[in-house]
C-alpha cells in the first residue's frame, strides 16, 4: 500500500465506488513487553482490513520502555499504521523521543495533522487527528466543584484541539475521511460513564469541528465504560474503540457511491476479527 500526503489540488476526482476496511483500538495502557495475543484480533490483521487506527493510550505511564513494546505490538502488521496520542502516552516526559519510537516503525502519528493512505483497491482514505482534551459537553455553563483557574485552562486547551482538528479535516480531499481523536467528541459513546466525570471525558469543541466537515466515521477511545456505537449530531458515525469496549480490534467496512448522499447510509454492517 502506498502512504500519502495529498495536497487538496492534487487530489483525483473518487471512482464511482469506493470501499475500505478500517481497523480501530484503543486504551491498551502497554507496561511492558506483550505478546501480539492480548489484543485479540491483531493476528492476521493485513487479510481483513486496508489500515489500522490506535485512537491513544498506547502506553500506561509514557515511558519510553513501554512505547517500545507498543510500537512491537504492530511490527508485523502488515497494514499502514496511524495513531493519535492518549493522556496516558502525554505523561512522557521526553516527548520527542516518545513520538520517534512509533516514527521510526512507520506508525504516523497525528497530533492536529491529517494523512491520506491509498488502499490496494486504488481508495483514498484521509485520516484527520488530534489527541483532543476534557473540558466537557456544556454549551453555557461548567460543572461545580472545579477551580475556576483549572476550568480556564481546560477550556483554552479544549478550543485549541478542537481548532487543531478542524485544521486538519480541511487539509483531507479524498474518497473517505475519518476524524480520529482520544478524547470523546461526544456524549453518544459515553455509555455507562458518570455524568460526573463527562467533564473529563471529552469536549464539544472536538464534536463541533467534526460536524463543520462531516467525516465518514470518527473514532475515538478514552471512556473505558462507555458504548461501542453512536452518532454525532451532524449524522457521523462514532465508534468507541477504547479496548475495554471493543473487546478487540474493532473493524467497520465504508462502501461510498455517488448515489449515496446520506453519510449514516454509508457504512456496510461491521465485523469483529
Known sequence: MERLLVPRAQTAEPPRCVRARIAAVG???IRGAHDRRVIPGLEHLGERADLLVLTGDLTDNGRLVEAEAAADLFT???VPVIA???NHDHRSLRRAAFRRVFERRDIDILEGRA????????ALVGVAGTTGSGGGFW???WPDGIHTRSLERLAIRARREGEALERALAELDADIAIAVTHFAPTTATLGREPLAKY???GASALGQAIDRHH???VLHGHAHLGALRGAMPGGSPVRNVALPVAGGIYIET???GLAVTEPSSRLEPASWL
Open 199 to 201: 467533564w473529563m471525558l
Open 84 to 86: 493519535v496520542l492518549g
Open 27 to 29: 486504551d491498551l495502557h
Open 215 to 217: 467525516p465518514d466515521l
Open 76 to 78: 508485523a502488521v502488515r
Open 254 to 256: 465504508i462502501e461510498i
Open 115 to 122: 494523512i491520506t493512505v491509498r488502499t490496494a483497491s486504488g
Open 139 to 141: 454549551s453555557t455553563e
